[in-house]
């Protein structure tokens, strides 16, 4: 069971817009930043969103976040095929002393 | 480019051990608070535990599960991180990743990750 909650699965099609959302709590969320990491099938997580809403260096701006009380949400629009991946959020968790992760959501482009 | 490179895995025995590394390049190690991520087959990222800078005190925090059976070490002369799992068992079968955390900017979390390094544990 993860600490963060997310629905396992999502869907849309090819230039939809596509929320995925993130639950957690005042000891994570609530108190510290978000950020999104989504794998590609057989490959590494790799960050995509860091503090919320800020995108590292090369992440196109069709990913957006956002956060509010201890949820947190990812956006992504214009859906592209090779958006299709697993997506977690992250937030360092001050009670459990350590990084909390949700159990991720699949996401498929039909 | 940062690089991280873990190798060690393979199968092992319940009750077995074992030492994963993650080679470092790309970057400035010894600044680095480094963690390990491990993920079951089909299954979702657990954080195992991190280790600070010598700088920062070369502090450890470990996920509840680990139990005093994984310990996490770094030799900043080598750029190399290791994590050293004892008393394995079949539940500890994953994929281990190493992740560096804010290199690419202070309170980025966790921003660049290995390729990640099986560790199968069954008799």
């Known amino acids: 069971q993860s600490v963060l909650t997310q629905t396992p699965s999502a869907s849309g099609t090819p230039g939809q817009r596509v929320i995925i959302s993130c639950s957690g709590s005042?000891?994570?969320?609530?108190?510290?930043?978000v950020n999104w990491h989504h794998q590609l099938p057989g490959t590494a997580p790799k960050l995509l969103i860091y503090?919320?809403?800020q995108r590292p260096s090369g992440v196109p701006d069709r990913f957006s976040g956002s956060k509010s009380g201890t949820s947190a949400s990812l956006a992504i629009s214009g859906l592209q095929s090779e958006d299709e991946a697993d997506y977690y959020c992250?937030?360092?968790?001050?009670?459990?002393?350590?990084?909390?992760f949700g159990g991720g959501t699949k996401l498929t482009v039909l | 480019d940062v690089q991280l490179v873990e190798s060690g895995g393979g199968l092992v025995k319940p009750g077995g051990s074992l030492t994963l590394s993650c080679a470092a390049s790309?970057?400035?190690?010894?600044?680095?608070?480094m963690n390990w991520v491990r993920q079951a087959p089909g299954k979702g990222l657990e954080w195992v535990g991190r280790?600070?800078?010598?700088?920062?005190?070369?502090?450890?925090d470990y996920a509840t599960f680990v139990k005093g059976g994984f310990y996490i070490s770094r030799d900043d002369s080598r750029n190399t991180l290791y994590l050293e799992m004892h008393r394995l068992q079949t539940d500890d079968t994953a994929v281990y990743y190493c992740?560096?955390?804010?290199?690419?900017?202070?309170?980025?979390?966790?921003?660049?990750w290995g390729q990640g390094t099986l560790v199968t544990v069954s008799s």
């Open positions: 790309g970057f400035t190690f010894a600044n680095a608070w």
């Open positions: 992740a560096t955390e804010d290199i690419m900017i202070s309170g980025v979390g966790l921003d660049y």
């Open positions: 005042s000891s994570n969320i609530g108190t510290n930043t």
């Open positions: 992250a937030a360092w968790d001050d009670s459990l002393n350590g990084w909390v």
């Open positions: 503090s919320n809403n």
């Open positions: 280790i600070k800078s010598k700088d920062d005190g070369e502090t450890r």
